[in-house]
């Protein structure tokens, strides 16, 4: 494995092994929320966490990393290739940023948003069980979103 911008890769013949790293000081918390079924793999873990980091603008980098996932979990499963490009897509001002050679900066920067994801898993589920604190983490999302509807529903009709 050649460790390149912080991702393993491994080339072989014409194709790439890419892994996604998990950070090491999140695993036992990742082992917690998987054990007790409230995510069913660590690779639908690490998308949710990565899309809650990015919700909070702040990308978490780290160095020591526990087992990574291997990149075909991901691509296996609809949705997740697509997530890891977003992220991308909405950070970078660069076409070319979502091109296959630049998938391993993707990849890195999917695994800081992850980490920022974790990180405010851990400090909600320091003050409550890790199950309230998703409900409350859902609930205070869904109630946001409702209120910017309700405020363009306003600004709307004030128009008229």
């Known amino acids: 494995m050649t460790k390149v911008t ?14 996604v790293r998990r950070p090491k000081d999140k695993a036992e918390l990742m082992e917690e929320l998987t054990k007790n079924n409230l995510f069913a793999s660590y690779r639908d873990l690490l998308g949710f966490a990565a899309a809650l980091g990015w919700s909070l603008g702040k990308p978490e980098p780290f160095d020591q990393t526990a087992e990574p996932v291997a990149w075909e979990v991901f ?3 609809p949705g997740n290739e697509a997530l890891v ?10 076409a070319d940023a979502l091109s296959s050679e630049r ?3 993707r990849i890195q920067r999917f695994e800081e948003y992850a980490n920022a994801g974790l990180k405010a898993l851990a400090q909600m589920s ?3 069980s890790t199950l309230d604190a998703l409900t409350r ?4 999302t869904e109630v946001r979103e409702q209120a910017g509807d309700l405020d363009a529903l306003i600004t709307e009709l004030s128009g008229l």
Request: proline content about 0%; overall charge negative.
């Open 6 to 19: 912080g991702t393993d890769v491994s080339r072989g013949g014409r194709s790439a092994a890419y892994r």
């Open 75 to 77: 691509t296996n499963h």
């Open 85 to 94: 490009d977003m992220l991308t897509a909405v950070q970078v001002d660069d």
């Open 103 to 105: 998938l391993i900066e």
């Open 126 to 128: 320091s003050a409550d």
């Open 137 to 140: 983490l859902i609930i205070d």
